[in-house]
């Protein structure tokens, strides 16, 4: 009698390994069927994104929607690398939801920090990026007046070669004290329309650190 409750006790042993067994596999299978889903997924975006900026015009003039009012936007030619790159992160939705994170009055606004999405990273903003710099493309005709659009970048000794940020961006306020950042910035592009709302951004109230006490906020950036 005990031998048959052994063998039965086994038998159900082994009928539960089977189950785990086939459960896991279900569950691998599925994982796997989900990431195969979202590769798709990530492909078809990617080639909707470039047919996108296939269609763009030679200075594409993008919308750059914030919770204050819209910045119309022109982006420069005889930058390409930067304006491919800024197209490309506005189509694919890069910016939607970021934040101006730092704001000075009679200076600059500053956004496109993927860290501001989240609030728990109130202490990086600035920091953040897609995980790349773009190449300098410092011209003398392209001067920091008011509503120049222009890139961000670490400081001389970290970054001798003044490569620019992957996705962080500033607009002029005010061309006077901008002026001094002529050729060691890279000015991709220029306010078309909403230099009121640039000036509404920058009147926000701010922080000992130049950040907005409520947020400002990129609702999305879009092309006209």
Same mark, same amino acid.
């Given at each position: 009698?005990?031998?048959?409750?052994?063998?039965?006790?086994?038998?159900?042993?082994?009928?539960?390994?089977?189950?785990?067994?086939?459960?896991?596999?279900?569950?691998?299978?599925?994982?796997?069927?989900?990431?195969?889903?979202?590769?798709?997924?990530?492909?078809?975006?990617?080639?909707?994104?470039?047919?996108?900026?296939?269609?763009?015009?030679?200075?594409?003039?993008?919308?750059?929607?914030?919770?204050?009012?819209?910045?119309?936007?022109?982006?420069?030619?005889?930058?390409?690398?930067?304006?491919?790159?800024?197209?490309?992160?506005?189509?694919?939705?890069?910016?939607?939801?970021?934040?101006?994170?730092?704001?000075?009055? !009679?200076?600059?606004?500053?956004?496109?920090?993927?860290?501001?999405?989240?609030?728990?990273?109130?202490?990086?903003?600035?920091? !953040?990026?897609?995980?790349?710099?773009?190449?300098?493309?410092?011209?003398?005709?392209?001067?920091?007046?008011?509503?120049?659009?222009?890139?961000?970048?670490?400081?001389?000794?970290?970054?001798?070669?003044?490569?620019?940020?992957?996705?962080?961006?500033?607009?002029?306020?005010?061309?006077?004290?901008?002026?001094?950042?002529? !050729?060691?910035?890279?000015?991709?592009?220029?306010?078309?329309?909403?230099?009121?709302?640039?000036?509404?951004?920058?009147?926000?109230?701010?922080?000992?650190?130049?950040?907005?006490?409520?947020?400002?906020?990129?609702?999305?950036?879009?092309?006209?």
């Amino acid at each position: 009698m005990k031998k048959y409750i052994v063998y039965a006790l086994c038998a159900a042993v082994v009928l539960l390994i089977a189950a785990a067994c086939g459960n896991k596999k279900k569950a691998e299978a599925a994982a796997e069927e989900q990431a195969a889903a979202e590769a798709e997924q990530v492909k078809q975006d990617s080639i909707k994104v470039e047919k996108k900026l296939s269609d763009l015009a030679e200075e594409p003039v993008f919308d750059i929607v914030t919770n204050y009012g819209t910045i119309k936007i022109k982006l420069y030619k005889d930058t390409p690398l930067h304006k491919a790159n800024f197209a490309k992160l506005a189509l694919s939705g890069f910016y939607d939801g970021l934040l101006f994170h730092r704001v000075i009055n !009679g200076f600059m606004i500053q956004g496109g920090d993927p860290l501001t999405k989240d609030p728990a990273n109130a202490a990086k903003f600035g920091t !953040g990026g897609p995980g790349y710099t773009i190449p300098a493309e410092i011209l003398p005709e392209h001067h920091h007046r008011k509503g120049a659009l222009a890139a961000a970048r670490r400081g001389d000794a970290a970054n001798p070669m003044k490569e620019s940020s992957g996705s962080q961006f500033y607009i002029v306020q005010n061309e006077q004290t901008c002026a001094q950042l002529d !050729g060691a910035y890279t000015v991709f592009g220029e306010t078309i329309e909403g230099l009121d709302v640039i000036d509404k951004i920058a009147a926000v109230e701010t922080d000992p650190r130049d950040r907005p006490l409520a947020q400002v906020k990129i609702v999305k950036i879009k092309a006209e």
